[in-house]
């Protein structure tokens, strides 16, 4: 029997453009994987990020050195069938139909979560669906002085037990947001802050509270490993209507509104309380933010909206006690 | 307020002539007797009697202001501590962080107690909260206390209303009398006779309600209580708060128990600074009791109560403050939903079926999650107010704190700057 011959490998460059490209799109197949089922983690993202960027630049070798192959694929009928399914793939998971959401909504990555807000006269809804088996719908009923025309800036976000944003909402990228939402700008700000001395570590303990519940991870709040001791948290609503005058008072606050979610009790509807109006506070040249009861200096803005409601559908979670997780009896 | 020395005519004059000074200055019974009786024959008849309206057992947080109410209401009045200041788990417990005097805003507790905490903190050069602010967590709105000032102050107020204080001493036994009790108190060298019409019970566990065999409530199992000390940097008194230890099992029943409680506070101390090597700055001399016996009275509050803030018919003061229930775990507070000022009817203050006896502080009758929040230092202060009103009033008008007129109750709170249910 003739020995197999020795099939041509090509030049170095070749062979080392081939395997690393097949092998860093192992990491990023795996790595895609475990970003889609596990919950959020910088690390696993991060790592799909980068080595994403380092495939593209591989790929852009690949077809320079295959670009003769490449050619002749692109003069045959095929490539426009595979053009169609690309484009047609793409524009789907775009518009995100029905079931498409649902296979979304399998992902324990809340990066990816659903989120809507709408309006009516009525008022405003705001939909956040970071898994199937935990949906929140914050219902805020507009109040006397609220108008259509003319609404309110609003900010939404989620604060961990140590009062530090873990995830906005609803927020603002206009250049006035500081002005108008003052409050959710500094937690933001405070937010990226730790964040950054953290450096990239989600669990920061020293820098939010000496306590172990504080990590900056929405999911180990909404979807927590530990399902026999979920963590508090809140969920908070900046509102603030521009130049609403009152009395002396050329513009009132923004309002802040917040309601804690404990799944280790469950409830299905929740009313978000009026904390009061933010103040920035300067001690020793440190800036700091304090929640402030409303006071006189409040009026019109009391009645923006009359009303908020937050109605968690947690699923099967809500009828195993609140202490089991999902699907578990 | 009237006392009869029952031993020699020497004996007499001399106590007499220490008596006679209360007025301007500090009557310290017990040690006035340890020093004229110290060469006396043991007998086992009291050596001392005194005839006052109102006697006050225990002179901790609620004791302390009960008895300062007392006197300025008019009644003459004793108050016995078994330690050797006033102030209880503020001073020898340490707690000098008293809460929660606001909520939601509003100042909602103020009276002697609220006198005495502001008097030490200007004294002290401290800071208060700002009680417009929204505190992110509820002991923001504690107050820094300088405890040694607190304790002082405390007498010194006592003192300027002849409040006769008796340290070192505790009731041995009681009897009911045509016109109130016969109290039988020892300390070291001192055996008192003190009659009385009026008791306010604000030992902690309710202890004269239990020697007068009185139900009351214990759980299996106390809450932990707290070892206060301080390691490493120095201690400033009124501007921080202290470490603190959990005592496992602290239970302040009896002296046996509370003896216990304190070693093992302190071997865990030790345990501390053998295994930290920092220098121990400070140690409070006991433990902070959380939880004793609480009494079965004319009205129960129940966490349901709290929680929601039921205005009692028979609110006589205000509690703010989360269901607090610290385990072996730890404490897991439970705040209060915005707006909620819970109430304490004067039926929690009363021994079911009693007459002539009241209690103030942490043995109000409630359940024990209710009691979690109900404990506290201001809302205690708040109740030993209403309670040193109510003894008053009763001794005055010849009736059981219990028939007093509430209006008449609520008008002589006013009258001394606490705050009344609904006036907040």
């Given at each position: 029997?003739p020995?197999?011959?020795?099939?041509n490998?090509?030049?170095?460059?070749r062979?080392?453009?081939?395997?690393?490209?097949?092998?860093?799109?192992?990491v990023?197949?795996?790595s895609g994987i475990?970003a889609?089922?596990?919950?959020?983690s910088?690390?696993i993202v991060g790592?799909?990020?980068?080595?994403?960027f380092?495939?593209?630049l591989l790929?852009?070798?690949?077809v320079v050195?295959?670009i003769?192959?490449?050619?002749?694929y692109?003069?045959?009928?095929?490539?426009?069938?595979?053009?169609?399914?690309?484009?047609?793939?793409?524009?789907?998971?775009?518009l995100?139909?029905?079931?498409?959401?649902?296979?979304i909504?399998l992902?324990?990555?809340?990066?990816?979560?659903?989120?809507?807000?709408?309006t009516?006269?009525?008022?405003?809804?705001?939909?956040y669906?970071?898994?199937?088996?935990?949906r929140?719908?914050?219902?805020l009923?507009?109040?006397?002085?609220?108008?259509p025309?003319n609404?309110?800036r609003?900010?939404?976000?989620?604060?961990?037990?140590?009062?530090?944003?873990?995830?906005?909402?609803l927020?603002?990228n206009?250049v006035?947001?500081?002005?108008f939402?003052?409050?959710?700008?500094?937690?933001?700000?405070?937010?990226?802050?730790?964040?950054k001395e953290?450096?990239?570590?989600m669990?920061v303990h020293?820098?939010s509270?000496?306590?172990?519940?504080s990590?900056?991870?929405?999911?180990?709040?909404i979807?927590?490993?530990?399902?026999?001791n979920?963590?508090?948290?809140?969920?908070?609503v900046?509102?603030?209507?521009?130049?609403?005058a009152?009395?002396s008072?050329?513009?009132q606050?923004p309002?802040?509104?917040?309601?804690e979610?404990?799944n280790?009790?469950?409830?299905?509807?929740?009313?978000?309380?009026?904390m009061?109006y933010?103040?920035?506070?300067?001690e020793e040249g440190?800036?700091?933010?304090a929640?402030?009861?409303?006071d006189?200096?409040?009026g019109?803005?009391?009645?923006?909206?009359?009303?908020?409601?937050l109605t968690?559908?947690?699923?099967?979670m809500s009828s195993?006690?609140?202490k089991t997780g999902?699907g578990?009896? | 307020?009237?006392?009869?020395?029952?031993?020699t005519?020497?004996?007499?004059?001399l106590?007499q002539?220490?008596?006679?000074?209360?007025g301007?200055?500090?009557?310290?019974?017990?040690?006035t007797?340890?020093?004229?009786?110290?060469d006396?024959?043991e007998?086992?008849?009291?050596e001392?009697?005194?005839?006052?309206d109102?006697?006050?057992?225990?002179?901790?947080?609620?004791g302390t202001?009960?008895?300062?109410?007392?006197?300025?209401?008019g009644?003459?009045?004793?108050?016995?501590?078994?330690?050797?200041?006033?102030g209880?788990?503020?001073?020898?417990?340490g707690?000098?962080?008293?809460?929660?005097?606001?909520?939601?805003?509003?100042?909602i507790?103020?009276?002697i107690?609220?006198?005495?905490v502001?008097e030490?903190v200007?004294?002290?050069?401290?800071?208060f909260?700002?009680?417009?602010?929204?505190?992110?967590r509820?002991?923001q709105?504690?107050?820094?206390?300088?405890?040694?000032?607190?304790?002082i102050?405390?007498?010194?107020k006592c003192?300027?209303?002849?409040?006769?204080i008796?340290?070192?001493?505790?009731?041995?036994?009681?009897?009911?009398t045509?016109?109130?009790?016969?109290?039988?108190?020892?300390?070291?060298?001192?055996r008192?006779?003190?009659?009385?019409?009026?008791?306010i019970?604000?030992?902690?566990?309710a202890?004269?309600?239990?020697?007068?065999?009185?139900?009351?409530?214990r759980e299996?199992?106390?809450?932990?209580?707290?070892?206060?000390?301080?390691?490493?940097?120095g201690h400033l008194?009124?501007?921080?708060?202290?470490?603190?230890l959990?005592?496992?099992?602290?239970?302040?029943t009896?002296?046996?128990?509370?003896?216990?409680a304190?070693?093992t506070?302190?071997r865990?101390?030790?345990?501390?600074?053998r295994?930290?090597k920092?220098?121990l700055?400070?140690?409070?001399?006991?433990?902070?009791?959380?939880?004793?016996?609480?009494?079965?009275?004319?009205?129960?509050?129940?966490?349901?109560?709290y929680?929601?803030g039921?205005?009692f018919?028979?609110?006589?003061?205000n509690?703010?403050?989360?269901?607090d229930?610290?385990?072996?775990?730890?404490?897991?507070?439970?705040?209060?939903?915005?707006?909620?000022?819970?109430?304490i009817?004067?039926?929690?203050l009363?021994?079911?079926?009693?007459r002539?006896?009241?209690?103030?502080?942490?043995?109000?009758c409630?359940?024990?999650l209710?009691?979690s929040?109900?404990?506290?230092?201001?809302?205690?202060m708040g109740?030993?107010?209403?309670?040193?009103?109510?003894?008053?009033?009763?001794?005055?008008?010849?009736?059981?704190?219990f028939?007093?007129?509430l209006?008449q109750i609520?008008?002589v709170?006013?009258?001394?700057?606490?705050?009344?249910p609904g006036?907040?």
């Open positions: 029997m020995k197999p011959s020795k099939p490998l090509g030049s170095f460059r062979r080392f453009t081939t395997l690393l490209t097949a092998l860093t799109f192992v990023l197949a795996v475990l889609f089922v596990r919950p959020f910088l690390h790592l799909h990020a980068l080595i994403g380092l495939v593209v790929v852009i070798l690949h050195n295959n003769r192959p490449l050619k002749g692109l003069h045959s009928r095929t490539v426009w069938i595979t053009l169609v399914i690309t484009v047609g793939l793409s524009g789907v998971i775009l995100q139909p029905g079931p498409v959401k649902q296979i909504g992902s324990k990555n809340l990066g990816p979560a659903l989120e809507r807000f709408e009516s006269e009525d008022g405003m809804v705001f939909h669906d970071p898994d199937p088996q935990y929140m719908t914050l219902t009923r507009t109040g006397g002085a609220f108008d025309e609404p309110p609003i900010a939404i976000w989620l604060e961990n037990q140590s009062f530090y944003h873990i995830k906005t909402l927020g603002s206009s006035d947001t500081e002005k939402l003052p409050y959710w700008s500094y937690k933001r700000r405070e937010y990226e802050k730790a964040k953290s450096g990239g570590d669990e020293a820098v509270s000496p306590t172990e519940n990590s900056f991870d929405p999911a180990d709040y979807l927590p490993g530990d399902k026999e979920p963590m508090p948290y809140r969920l908070v900046e509102i603030n209507q521009e130049n609403d009152h009395e008072i050329p513009d606050p309002l802040i509104y917040a309601v979610i404990d280790a009790y469950p409830a299905a509807f929740q009313l978000l309380e009026l009061g933010p103040k920035q506070e300067l440190k800036e700091s933010w929640i402030y009861y409303a006189e200096g409040v019109s803005a009391l009645e923006l909206i009359d009303s908020g409601l968690i559908d947690r699923g099967e195993a006690g609140g999902r578990e009896k | 307020m009237k006392d009869t020395d029952q031993s005519a020497r004996r007499k004059f106590q002539s220490i008596l006679g000074s209360a301007a200055g500090l009557a310290i019974a017990s040690t007797h340890v020093a004229v009786g110290a006396e024959k007998n086992h008849e009291p001392l009697a005194t005839e006052v109102v006697l006050v057992v225990g002179g901790g947080t609620a202001i009960a008895a300062i109410q007392a006197g300025r209401a009644a003459s009045t004793l108050i016995l501590e078994r330690n050797s200041q006033l209880g788990t503020m001073t020898t417990g707690v000098a962080f008293p809460g929660l005097f606001d909520a939601w805003g509003k100042q507790i103020a009276g107690g609220w006198e005495l502001k030490s200007e004294l002290d050069g401290g800071k909260p700002d009680f417009a602010k929204v505190p992110q509820h002991w709105n504690q107050i820094y206390v300088n405890q040694f000032l607190y304790a102050l405390a007498e010194e003192e300027a209303v002849g409040v006769q008796a340290y070192y001493e505790f009731p041995q036994s009681i009897a009911e045509p016109d109130g009790w016969q109290v039988d108190c020892v300390g070291f060298g001192t008192r006779r003190v009659l009385c019409k009026q008791i019970d604000c030992s902690g566990g202890e004269v309600v239990g020697m007068l065999g009185f139900p009351r409530l299996e199992e106390r809450q932990p209580g707290s070892m206060l000390f301080k390691i490493g940097g008194p009124g501007r921080e708060q202290v470490h603190r959990y005592v496992h099992g602290a239970d302040s009896n002296s046996r128990t509370a003896t216990l304190n070693v506070g302190r865990s101390v030790l345990a501390k600074v295994k930290e920092k220098q700055m400070h140690l409070q001399p006991e433990t902070g009791f959380r939880e004793s016996y609480r009494i079965v009275g004319e009205t129960m509050v129940t966490v349901n109560d929680t929601s039921k205005r018919d028979d609110a006589i003061s509690a703010f403050y989360p269901v229930l610290h385990t072996k775990s730890g404490v897991k507070p439970k705040p209060l939903k915005p707006g909620t000022v819970p109430t009817p004067l039926g929690a009363i021994p079911k079926g009693s002539n006896i009241i209690v103030a502080g942490r043995s109000v409630s359940d024990r209710a009691n929040g109900l404990r506290v230092q201001a809302s205690c109740m030993g107010q209403a309670a040193g009103v109510a003894a008053t009033l009763a001794a005055k008008n010849n009736t059981t704190p028939e007093v007129s209006q609520h008008q709170l006013r009258d001394h700057d606490a705050i009344v006036d907040a």
